[in-house]
């Protein structure tokens, strides 16, 4: 068999990835991971060329001068992990917030006195393009070094036109500026602007007959989301923007049961969305309609913590067969989170998460909704080279020592973009 020429290899740690394929991993095959002990992982052009035992990846490929090897022995080998909900591009920040709620103000009560998601919409209104492209810059540099390589950013503090398309614009930006793949979404129903505030129908009618046309044909966007809430936007509304949203092309994620059971679960699945979103407050009818679904619900632990409200029953969507995928939820509100690891640590902790089932989550699962999972989510031959090394030896030590940042090396598209 001819070898391969490559230009990377690491070699002789332990290598865990999703078992292969595009495929969501679901209910008790969530459980499941292929790790090989002391593997090879080799790369060429930014792609997988093979992955597996030395002896097995040594006969298949052809080291040249300029191969860089780095070598892993005692150290863990993933996919770069995968964030696919964030709502990253936001003028200001909200640590006075904080403060009230650690004494116990209420997330929506904030909300509904003016501040919350509203205070970032004026921040973000008054924010520069630059200004909004230097802080997200920040943020992903701060993913990245976590062992992030691919996030989900929602627009949503703007709610006019011109904010809405600056944060896009913004995120559009970054996607060239830095190493981190970014997923855009338009999520102008993400609070009722006060231009808007007698006329919330008429909002409605802004966001199906305006913003979304032209963000389709600037091509701004790949998903349109809602905040699908008790007195942020009902079912009714939600349901009339994403049929909009469906007609026109783009794919569909929502907000879904997060403070209230209000029948999002439902809605992802009708209208067959990508995936559903949060899930604190689901129903069982909304476990049972997403089991029928192709809908992937993505859990977002971190927030529930940041708020002190209940998690995700995520043991019960499990036993219902449901493929899981976590991200941070990482917003200047509800969830100042950046580390997709401590997520892992919450999710494991308080949603009685195996480790295995967490490393599904944040690769292969969270891959597929984004619609990504052929390039992404896996080690394996013919994937792009997105791949993280671990200062650890046992793949269960990266939710264990909670909050530390143990990521040694970061590879996206067969480039080194960290070295700690
Ligand atoms: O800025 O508070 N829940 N949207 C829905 C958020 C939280 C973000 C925020
Ligand atoms: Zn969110």
């Known amino acids: 068999m001819a070898r391969t020429e490559i230009d990377l290899l690491i070699k002789g740690g332990q290598v865990v990835t999703a078992l292969s394929g595009s495929a969501p991993v679901r209910g008790g095959d969530m459980q499941k991971l292929e790790i090989i002990e002391e593997g090879w992982v080799a790369c060429a052009a930014g792609q997988i060329t093979a992955v597996g035992p030395a002896e097995e990846v040594r006969e298949q490929v052809e080291l040249t001068n300029e191969t860089m090897v780095i070598g892993a022995a005692g150290k863990v080998i993933t996919p770069g992990l995968i964030d696919p909900h964030t709502h990253l591009v936001f003028g200001g920040s909200r640590e006075d917030e904080f403060y009230l709620r650690a004494r116990g103000a209420d997330y929506m009560e904030i909300m509904e006195a003016g501040g919350g998601i509203l205070s970032s919409v004026r921040a973000t209104r008054a924010a520069s393009l630059e200004e909004l492209v230097s802080a997200g810059t920040d943020r992903l540099r701060w993913m990245l070094e976590q062992g992030v390589t691919t996030v989900e950013c929602k627009s949503g503090y703007g709610l006019d036109l011109d904010t809405e398309l600056k944060q896009l614009e913004a995120v559009r930006i970054l996607k060239d500026a830095q190493p981190v793949e970014l997923v855009s979404t338009y999520l102008g129903a993400h609070a009722w602007p006060p231009e808007y505030a007698e006329d919330r129908d008429g909002y409605v009618d802004f966001v199906i007959n305006t913003v979304l046309p032209k963000i389709r044909e600037e091509g701004l966007a790949e998903f349109v989301d809602v905040f699908t809430e008790k007195g942020v936007f009902s079912v009714e509304q939600s349901r009339r923007i994403f049929n909009k949203a469906k007609e026109l092309g783009f794919a569909l994620r929502v907000h879904a049961d997060e403070m209230h059971t209000l029948g999002g679960a439902e809605l992802a699945a009708e209208l067959g969305m990508a995936s559903a979103d949060h899930l604190l407050m689901v129903s069982e009818e ?127 598209t067969g480039k080194v973009v960290v070295s700690r």
């Open 286 to 412: 909304g476990i049972q309609a997403l089991a029928e679904s192709g809908v992937i619900p993505i859990l977002l632990p971190g927030t529930a913590f940041s708020l002190r409200k209940p998690y995700a029953p995520a043991r019960k969507m499990l036993d219902a067969g449901l493929p899981l995928a976590l991200a941070t939820d990482f917003n200047p509100g509800s969830c100042p989170i950046t580390s997709l690891a401590l997520v892992m640590s919450l999710a494991c902790l308080y949603m009685a998460m195996t480790p295995e089932e967490v490393l599904n989550a944040v690769t292969i699962n969270a891959a597929y909704s984004l619609g990504r999972s052929e390039r992404i989510g896996s080690l394996e031959a013919g994937k792009q080279a997105d791949i993280v090394i671990f200062q650890v030896d046992d793949y269960r030590k990266i939710p264990y020592y909670i909050g530390t940042n143990l990521v040694e090396t970061v590879i996206k």
